[in-house]
């Protein structure tokens, strides 16, 4: 308890600490925001809640760690793991997903976490258990005198999730694709009638969705650590920020994923590290019981 | 027809009592298969019976070895310096004491549970559907990464529990017999309440929960009496699996959202949603193909496991009950017209 309130005065005593916590915070949560956005997009279009997300996101992260074993610069890791995980993700929706479609979404909430059970063991079995990372040749920033310190790493990682973001928002509102994927969330019978193959649609959607996802692994391996089994926090993490921000609205996600980002380290940083998994599933249920408060203001249920 | 059923409940009865003699190998895998039975069939009273699929009913699992462990201990020491102590040094119980931690242990457990169920369940069960699956399992997953930061009750360490006091084969014994009875009474007592009014309301609610609520069911009261029920019986064997595993620890053994936490599920889908038979079928054949994966597919069993769950899910979601009843209605009392398809329910 005494720990606790001494890292808050903390806070308040310098100020700049308050700084760093929310510039790091901001870069995981950008992160969290592109694999988040990923699961709007399946929720929304097809109305799968995909519980392997985070398992596609440290997948991801493995194939640019075994390409960069190879010899492959670091940096294009990124659209490998995009390339391959699009693969994964389409064979994924062939065999699993185009089945559950239709079905009621408990279906499709456990046929995923089956999916995730066999990704993370998969992984586990082929490149072991312990973290790994890809260390990048940059140099780190400092800011404040030395309080703050931005590696270049992690900026360029930020920066690539950025152009990712943008380049996938301009895809959905430009490109013919983009409008087939929106016309078939809004109404997938009425898209139907005017032509478009919904089928098609739903196989693309999934697979860009898990193309997102490796990427943003792809980012997180030469940011931070991978592991096989941390697949379920970043899981987890989409759904708080999906649910807080609701479909279909991108800059809600953004906004949600950097918020979130900002708090855990916040809270990481107020009850210690051992907290931050349990603070991020506590923010899941904080968001539900308060959505559930406004559902029943208007007598609805949260459903 | 119902001299035939008594016969078929009495030769299952003796198979229960003289499965430990038959197989005195397997004493602690058969109580695990009761241990499978039980939260497979808790796991159907809200899932099955009444629509809520929660993930998070492990929860009540973990909670009860640790409120188990607490009273056992606390009976004797001081739970805190037991516990910093990790089991060096002070571990001694009298066979007194060990029997008595066990019986308190089990009843504040399950009521503690039950209690947890009510205090939990006001709050999710507002939410419907998937959110409620995520949200329980939210609390699942929050409650043991909060017990392993929590050092009064180990931490991340977890609790070592003293050894059965006598014959350690004899203790087996103890265990499979005290599983198996809390099965076989679980299992008549939701016999009982399926046929009552109360198991008329809860399937009223899994199949339309608005028009229940508009024929005067207080749905609320409803569900939290039968989550209530589930989590106590939850508890009840979350208290014996603690003795019986000796040592624990919380994100692995009491709060294993993905091990325990999506078997129970696995295995009520695998028998058929729905049916008293379909849970207790399932853990059967899950708990058979867990082990044989297990002792054959080393290193690859959980990808297997992952595997059963996707085909279990996708291809076969009505189960072994669900597939005879579609087959077979007559054998279910099911009763259908020449020319109509109204034999699934």
Avoid at chain 1, 98 to 123: C, K, N
Avoid at chain 1, 250 to 257: D, E, F, S, W
Avoid at chain 2, 170 to 198: N, P, Q
Avoid at chain 2, 261 to 269: A, D, N, R, S
Wanted: proline fraction near 3%; aromatic fraction near 14%; charge should be neutral.
């Amino acid at each position: 308890m005494d720990q606790i309130v001494s890292n808050i005065s903390l806070l308040f005593e310098f100020p700049v600490v308050n700084l760093k916590i929310l510039i790091d915070g901001l870069m995981i949560g950008a992160l969290f925001a592109l694999a988040a956005y990923g699961l709007a997009l399946v929720w929304g279009v097809m109305n799968v809640k995909n519980l392997a997300q985070g398992d596609f996101v440290i997948a991801g992260g493995y194939v640019a760690w075994w390409l960069a074993g190879l010899g492959l610069p670091p940096l294009l890791g990124v659209p490998a793991a995009f390339i391959v995980m699009w693969g994964i993700g389409w064979v994924c929706y062939k065999l699993v997903i185009s089945r559950v479609i239709e079905r009621d979404l408990f279906t499709s909430l456990l046929a995923t976490f089956g999916l995730a059970i066999m990704i993370a063991q998969i992984l586990n079995l082929l490149f072991g258990s312990d973290t790994q990372s890809i260390k990048l040749p940059y140099d780190t920033i400092y800011l404040a005198d030395g309080f703050i310190d931005i590696p270049i790493a992690k900026l360029i990682g930020v920066c690539m999730a950025a152009v990712l973001a943008t380049g996938v928002i301009i895809f959905m509102k430009r490109s013919r694709m983009g409008q087939a994927i929106r016309a078939t969330a809004q109404d997938a019978r009425a898209a139907r009638v005017m032509g478009i193959d919904t089928e098609k649609v739903y196989a693309f959607t999934f697979s860009l969705n898990s193309a997102i996802c490796g990427a943003a692994g792809a980012i997180i391996v030469m940011v931070w650590l991978i592991q096989p089994f941390y697949g379920i926090t970043y899981a987890i993490r989409s759904f708080v920020i999906v649910t807080a921000a609701g479909l279909g609205n991108l800059p809600g996600v953004i906004a949600a994923g950097l918020g979130i980002g900002a708090l855990e380290q916040y809270g990481a940083h107020i009850f210690g590290i051992g907290y931050q998994q349990a603070i991020a599933v506590l923010l899941l249920l904080l968001v539900l019981v308060i959505r559930l408060i406004q559902q029943r203001r208007k007598r609805q249920s949260l459903q | 027809m119902t001299a035939l059923r008594y016969l078929l409940y009495a030769v299952l009865l003796v198979i229960t009592v003289l499965a430990p003699f038959i197989f005195p190998d397997f004493r602690t895998q058969l109580a695990t298969l009761w241990l499978m039975i039980i939260v497979a069939l808790t796991w159907d009273m809200t899932g099955g019976q009444m629509g809520y699929n929660s993930l998070g009913n492990i929860f009540f699992y973990g909670t009860g070895m640790y409120v188990a462990a607490v009273i056992a201990i606390g009976l004797v020491y001081d739970v805190g310096v037991y516990t910093s102590a990790s089991g060096g040094g002070i571990n001694e119980f009298t066979p007194v004491q060990y029997f008595a931690g066990i019986g308190l242990g089990m009843l504040g457990a399950g009521l503690f549970c039950a209690a947890c169920a009510i205090v939990i369940g006001y709050i999710t069960f507002g939410l419907r559907g998937p959110y409620f699956a995520i949200g329980t399992l939210g609390v699942a997953i929050a409650a043991g990464e909060l017990v392993s930061n929590w050092d009064w009750v180990g931490g991340g360490q977890g609790i070592t529990l003293p050894v059965y006091p006598a014959d350690l084969d004899e203790g087996k014994l103890f265990f499979y017999y005290v599983f198996a009875i809390i099965g076989v009474v679980l299992f008549i007592f939701l016999k009982w309440l399926y046929s009552t009014r109360f198991g008329a309301a809860i399937n009223a609610i899994r199949d339309d929960e608005e028009k229940a609520e508009a024929m005067g069911i207080h749905t609320m009261r409803y569900k939290l009496t039968a989550w209530a029920l589930a989590a106590f019986f939850v508890g009840l064997v979350g208290a014996i699996s603690a003795f019986q595993l000796i040592s624990f620890e919380p994100l692995e053994t009491a709060y294993q959202t993905i091990n325990l936490g999506i078997f129970m599920v696995v295995c009520v889908l695998l028998g058929g949603k729905g049916t008293l038979w379909g849970p207790v079928v399932g853990a059967i054949l899950f708990h058979l193909f867990k082990e044989i994966t297990w002792n054959y597919l080393l290193g690859w069993q959980w990808v297997a496991l992952g595997a059963l769950i996707v085909v279990t899910v996708v291809y076969f979601q009505d189960g072994l009950m669900g597939w005879l009843m579609h087959r077979k209605p007559g054998w279910f009392g099911i009763r259908i017209d020449e020319g109509s398809d109204g034999a699934r329910k």
